[in-house]
């Protein structure tokens, strides 16, 4: 496989917005977690394809960790880019800003990383190019990125050992 040049964090920079409307909360009147995590998983692989310009599949994420409820009537704006990349994995940064529409107040209400592998049409990995950190967090972001490779590398090996153990028999 031949690498490809590098690119910067911005190119792979994505913004998506949308209100929160009932359907999308809990008896509470705050967004589902699972709803968050699909507009997570959604923005990221929107930058990571733009970042590898190939089909890519969700490898990981890490914690999502929720900060602040997101309530009805909130619009909810998520910003993805690529912070780092491993010959074929992707590492995207996301974070969700809830913002009270009357008020104008916004909050960081999540963030969380996920890990995408580049694909081709017959399933096979493809390189992906490297990552040029411009601004502080983006330099910030990718300095810990092989820390967080690391840790995920771990976690995987926990999971793959979990699967075996337990296979698919019941509890």
């Given at each position: 496989?031949?690498?490809?040049?590098?690119?910067?964090?911005?190119?792979?920079?994505?913004?998506?917005?949308?209100?929160?409307?009932?359907?999308?909360?809990?008896?509470?009147?705050?967004?589902?977690?699972?709803?968050?995590?699909?507009?997570?998983?959604?923005?990221?692989?929107?930058a990571a394809t733009r970042h590898a310009r190939t089909s890519v599949v969700t490898?990981?994420?890490?914690?999502?960790?929720?900060?602040?409820?997101?309530?009805?009537?909130?619009?909810?704006?998520?910003?993805?880019?690529?912070?780092?990349?491993?010959?074929?994995?992707?590492?995207?940064?996301?974070?969700?800003?809830?913002?009270?529409?009357?008020?104008?107040?916004?909050?960081?209400?999540?963030?969380?990383?996920?890990?995408f592998v580049s694909i081709n049409i017959n399933g096979e990995k493809q390189m992906?190019?490297?990552?040029?950190?411009?601004?502080?967090?983006?330099?910030?972001?990718?300095?810990?990125?092989?820390?967080?490779?690391?840790?995920?590398?771990?976690?995987?090996?926990?999971s793959k050992d979990l699967a075996a153990r337990f296979g698919t028999r019941s509890?």
């Open positions: 496989m031949t690498p490809k040049p590098a690119k910067y964090c911005k190119e792979s920079r994505t913004i998506k917005a949308s209100m929160v409307l009932p359907p999308d909360t809990n008896n509470y009147g705050t967004m589902f977690g699972g709803k968050v995590m699909y507009h997570i998983d959604d923005i990221a692989a929107i490898a990981s994420t890490d914690s999502v960790d929720f900060l602040h409820p997101i309530r009805i009537g909130h619009s909810v704006c998520l910003e993805a880019f690529v912070t780092w990349t491993n010959r074929t994995s992707v590492e995207v940064f996301v974070k969700v800003v809830a913002e009270e529409m009357m008020s104008g107040e916004r909050t960081v209400c999540a963030t969380s990383f996920v890990t992906v190019p490297g990552v040029i950190p411009e601004t502080e967090l983006e330099k910030f972001l990718f300095e810990g990125a092989p820390e967080r490779a690391k840790k995920r590398l771990e976690k995987r090996e926990i509890f």
